[in-house]
């Protein structure tokens, strides 16, 4: 398996924007989120930034519903910025993914949480 890290995390208004990069898959899902929920401990919200993201199969969509579903519940206010044109981001909108979560780009979703 590739040990190349596909997490990077940062702060930008006092929000934790989490970088996902490359393909999550079956064989990365597990270990990405591992890294993000150890990583960010923020609860004044998290920015899920897929951009760099390549490709999500089942496995990588449960792994950001779970991300979700974990910062909901400590109480962080969470966005997912896809890029409308992506392919992630087709995927996410036809799964039905959150809408209410979903924006174009990481600058959108810290105006939002703003």
Do not use: W, Y
């Not at 969509?61 to 392919?87: E, H, Q, Y």
């Amino acid at each position: 398996m590739n040990e190349k890290r596909q997490v990077r995390v940062s702060t930008a208004n006092g929000c934790e924007v989490v970088r996902l990069l490359g393909e999550i898959d079956h064989a990365s899902a597990p270990l990405v989120e591992r890294d993000v929920l150890v990583s960010v401990r923020a609860s004044t919200g998290v920015v899920i930034d897929l951009t760099e993201t390549t490709f999500l199969d089942s496995a990588g969509l449960l792994c950001l519903d779970r991300m979700v579903t974990a910062f909901s519940d400590r109480g962080a206010p969470v966005r997912v910025a896809a890029p409308a044109a992506g392919m992630v981001r087709f995927t996410l909108e036809l799964i039905g993914f959150l809408p209410d979560l979903l924006t174009e780009d990481v600058e959108t979703a810290l105006a939002e949480m703003a």
